[in-house]
């Protein structure tokens, strides 16, 4: 059975950190394009995050550039996504998708259910 899996989300005050994983099972996640998105209440999905397959490039949303690091650690089968200096804006229900193109766009092909990320005071 195909699945991802995400945790480390939780509360955090603004200007904190948060790590996020997403374990895999049933698939081999080195061969696939992971990407991280996020819904905050109200909005659409957005693309976070993103790391290819092949040489392990990476890619940022503006909003997130120069604060949240994505890796990939294929022998445990997990993508992590390293948030820093938190901001309240991004609050939000994060989730992890893997698919066979590196993209911010919504074209994946598995998906999480999702960790919330609160980032108060």
């Known amino acids: 059975q195909v699945q991802l899996v995400e945790s480390g989300g939780g509360l955090v005050q603004p200007g904190g950190s948060l790590r996020l994983s997403c374990a895999a099972s049933g698939f081999t996640l080195a061969y696939y394009a992971i990407g991280w998105f996020r819904q905050a209440p109200g909005k659409e999905r957005e693309g976070v995050s993103c790391?290819?397959?092949?040489?392990?490039?990476?890619y940022y949303a503006d909003s997130v550039k120069g604060r949240f690091t994505i890796s990939r650690d294929n022998a445990k089968n997990t993508v992590y996504l390293q948030m820093n200096s938190l901001k309240p804006e991004d609050t939000a229900v994060y989730y992890c998708?893997?698919?066979?193109?590196?993209?911010?766009?919504?074209?994946?092909?598995?998906w999480g259910q999702g960790t919330q990320v609160t980032v108060s005071s």
């Open positions: 790391i290819s397959s092949s040489d392990g490039s990476t």
């Open positions: 998708a893997a698919g066979p193109w590196t993209t911010l766009k919504l074209e994946y092909d598995y």
